[in-house]
Each structure stands twice: as structure tokens, then as C-alpha cells.
């Protein structure tokens, strides 16, 4: 089983619409998650970092996290065609300074 | 504050060969981690760099390498190229303190083994 599993997608939502993005992972004590996006050719950007049970948002984005079922999920409001990137879903192990991250969902806006 | 840099850029070598890839952290990081990131695989983890000791390693083979210096920046060697070893080399920076650790990407550096 790998550390951080997603689905690969694609996924292709029309513009203005909601986007959601899940992944799950295995390290039951893992505190830290992250979630970066990564447009083609680029190195990934850090959208949001989550850290307690429940929701946090930052404009448009919305990370949710619940330990108890080792599922965080990313939704993007009013998605936009400068969306469509590949999102990548990263956990920090309970070790400390050691991520891993899923292989990516790739998301399409179609305008 | 300037971003993570990492050079060079492009790389194209044989197989059998070695390379060298640097990555100069953000300033006041003092952890650098390295992943390798293929269509197939995905991001990587290789090994973490804290205050010039490796701290973390992921499961690759002993041809990956590398080290950190004083102020932080970071190397990595690949001795004996494979045509495997064609990848996005990425580094990463943060502060490296236990917990809660906010890791920023560089560009990369893209080898392609001949």
C-alpha cells in the first residue's frame, strides 16, 4: 500500500463549477498535509497546509481533513480554465522533515 | 525573499556517467529534501538534508548521493547513469523544525540520460 494514494483522474469539470480533489493516506499518525499544485513543464506551488480535523479555507480552496478516516480532500470553488493543473496531495510522516506525496489528479476546466 | 534555486536547469549525459545537481535554499532554511519525480512514479523522496547531516533517505539506490554545506545549499550526485535515471530532479526547502514544516519547491533540473 502507498503512503499517500489519489485518483489519478483526469478530472474535467466545466467553468464556475466545484472541483473536488481527494486522497487518503496510510500513516495513522501523520499531523502535517499539504496541497500543491503543478502546472506542466513546472515544479509544484504550495496551495494550502492543514494540520487539524476539519475545514480551512483560503479563497477559493477549501482543505478538509479528517484523521480518524486518513482523508484530506481539496475543493476549488468557482473553478477557472488557469485551474487546470495536476494537484498533488503530500503528507509529512510522523518522523518529522520526511513527505511523501501522492502521483497527482490531474483537474481540466473546461471555460 | 528570493525562492529556492537549483542549477543547472537542463542536463543531458550518458549512461555510465555521473552528475552533480545543486540547490541553493530559501534564506533562514536550513532543510533541503530531494525528490525525483517521473511520469510513472510520481514525486520521490530521495534523502533530507538538516545542519549537513542526511536526516532522512528514501529507498534508492546507494548511486544517489549527496550533501549539504554550511550555508545550507545542497548537492546531489548520481554516479553510473542509467537510462532509468532520466527524471525532474527537485528540491525542496523549509525550516526543517519537528512538526508542522512548510516545504517550498525549486524549478528543477531536468536530466535526461542518453
Known amino acids: 500500500q502507498k503512503e499517500v494514494e489519489q485518483n489519478s483522474g483526469p478530472l474535467s469539470v466545466p467553468e464556475g463549477a466545484i472541483a473536488s480533489l481527494n486522497c487518503t493516506y496510510s500513516?495513522?499518525?501523520?499531523?502535517?498535509f499539504f496541497w500543491y499544485r503543478q502546472y506542466s513543464g513546472k515544479s509544484p506551488e504550495l496551495i494550502m497546509s492543514i494540520y487539524s480535523n476539519g475545514d480551512k479555507e483560503d479563497g477559493r480552496f477549501t482543505a478538509q481533513l479528517n484523521k480518524a478516516s486518513q482523508y484530506v480532500s481539496l475543493l476549488i470553488r468557482d473553478s477557472q480554465p488557469s485551474d487546470s493543473a495536476t494537484y498533488l496531495c503530500?503528507?509529512?510522516?510522523?518522523?518529522?522533515?520526511?513527505?511523501?506525496f501522492g502521483t497527482g489528479t490531474s483537474l481540466t476546466v473546461i471555460p | 525573499k528570493a525562492g529556492v534555486t537549483q542549477t543547472p536547469r537542463y542536463l543531458i549525459k550518458t549512461r555510465g556517467q555521473q552528475v552533480t545537481l545543486s540547490c541553493s535554499p530559501i534564506?533562514?532554511?536550513?532543510?533541503v529534501s530531494w525528490y525525483q519525480q517521473t511520469p510513472g512514479q510520481g514525486l520521490q523522496f530521495l534523502f533530507e538534508y538538516f545542519s549537513e547531516t542526511q536526516r532522512n533517505k528514501g529507498n534508492f539506490p546507494g548511486r544517489f548521493s549527496g550533501r549539504q554545506f554550511s550555508n545550507s545549499r545542497s548537492e546531489m550526485n548520481v554516479s553510473t547513469l542509467e537510462l532509468g535515471d532520466s527524471a525532474l530532479y527537485l528540491c525542496?526547502?523549509?525550516?526543517?523544525?519537528?512538526?508542522?514544516?512548510?516545504?517550498?519547491f525549486g524549478p528543477g533540473t531536468r536530466l535526461t540520460v542518453l
Open positions: 500513516d495513522r499518525v501523520s499531523q502535517s
Open positions: 534564506s533562514g532554511h536550513r532543510s
Open positions: 525542496a526547502s523549509s525550516f526543517g523544525g519537528r512538526g508542522a514544516d512548510t516545504q517550498y
Open positions: 503530500a503528507v509529512e510522516l510522523n518522523t518529522g522533515n520526511q513527505f511523501y
